[in-house]
C-alpha cells in the first residue's frame, strides 16, 4: 500500500510517518527541505530573500527527488508529504504573497508577475495531480491541531496554514483520492491508522513513537547559511 501522510507545516507529518514506518515495517520516503537543498541549489541564498524563478527551481527539486524515492519504492511506502504539497504551497503563495512568514497580503488584482506565477503553478499543478492520482492508494491528512513551530524552517503565517490544509483536502476530493482525516496525539494517529488501513504492528506504539523522536533529535535543523 502506497500512503502519503498528508497535512500542511507544523502538523505532525514526519513525526507520524517515522513512526508509522517503525510500526508497520513500510519503507518512509521523503524529500528534502528547501533549507536543506538551497546550500546545494543556490549556495548563499536564504530562503526568505529568494525570487518565484528560484523558488519553482527548489520546488521542482523536491518534486524530482520525491517522484525519483517513490520510483524505487512501486508496491508500499510511507511518503512523509506528497507530490501535492510542492503545488499547494506554491498556490497560496499567489494569495498571499511569495514570502508569506512576512505576512504579507495580496490584493485581488495581481500584480503582472504574479499573474504569470499564477499561471505557471496551475500547470505544475496538472502534473503533480496526475503524479498523485497515480502514485498513492491513499492519503491519511493530518488536520491543524498544533501551534506553528516557529524554529526559522517554517516561514509560513497562520493564514498560510488554514488556506494550505484547505486547498490540500479540496484537491484530495476532486481528485477523488482516497483520504481520511485522522487526529489526535501520534499514538492515537498510529492506532487509528493502522486498524484503518490493516496494517500490522512489528512492535509496540510507544517504542515506534521514541524511535521516531529520536530521528528526529539527529536531524540537521541548521540555518541554510549554516550548513
Same mark, same amino acid.
Given at each position: ?89 506554491? @498556490?497560496?503563495?499567489?494569495? +498571499?504573497? /511569495? $514570502?508569506?512568514?512576512? &505576512?504579507?497580503? =495580496?490584493?485581488? %488584482? ?22 498523485? @492520482?497515480?502514485?498513492?492508494? +491513499?492519503? /491519511? $491528512?493530518?488536520?491543524? &491541531?498544533?501551534? =506553528?513551530?516557529? %524554529? ?37 494517529? =498510529? ?37
Amino acid at each position: 500500500m502506497r500512503i502519503a501522510v498528508s497535512g500542511t507545516y507544523s502538523s505532525g507529518k514526519t513525526t507520524t510517518s517515522i513512526a508509522l514506518a517503525h510500526l508497520t515495517g513500510l519503507p518512509r520516503t521523503h524529500a528534502k527541505t528547501m533549507r536543506e537543498i538551497l546550500p546545494i541549489a543556490l549556495p548563499g541564498r536564504r530562503l526568505e530573500d529568494c525570487t518565484v524563478p528560484e523558488l519553482f527551481e527548489l520546488g521542482m527539486i523536491r518534486y524530482s527527488e520525491r517522484a525519483v524515492h517513490e520510483s524505487h519504492l512501486p508496491d508500499a511506502f510511507i511518503s512523509d508529504g506528497s507530490s501535492l504539497h510542492e503545488w499547494v504551497y506554491g @498556490k497560496v503563495r499567489t494569495y +498571499v504573497g /511569495i $514570502h508569506p512568514g512576512r &505576512e504579507e497580503s =495580496l490584493n485581488a %488584482d495581481l500584480t503582472g508577475e504574479m499573474r504569470f506565477f499564477d499561471q505557471v503553478i496551475d500547470s505544475i499543478g496538472n502534473v503533480v495531480k496526475r503524479h498523485a @492520482k497515480n502514485a498513492y492508494d +491513499v492519503f /491519511i $491528512h493530518l488536520p491543524i &491541531e498544533f501551534d =506553528l513551530v516557529t %524554529d526559522g524552517h517554517r516561514p509560513v503565517s497562520e493564514r498560510f496554514r488554514s488556506l494550505s490544509d484547505e486547498l490540500l483536502l479540496q484537491s484530495l476530493t476532486d481528485l477523488e483520492i482516497p483520504h481520511h482525516i485522522v487526529g489526535g496525539t501520534v499514538a492515537e494517529r =498510529l492506532r487509528s491508522i493502522t486498524k484503518m488501513l490493516a496494517l500490522p504492528h512489528f512492535m509496540p506504539i510507544d517504542q515506534a513513537i521514541d524511535r521516531a523522536e529520536a530521528e528526529i533529535r539527529s536531524l540537521n535543523v541548521a540555518d541554510e547559511l549554516a550548513r
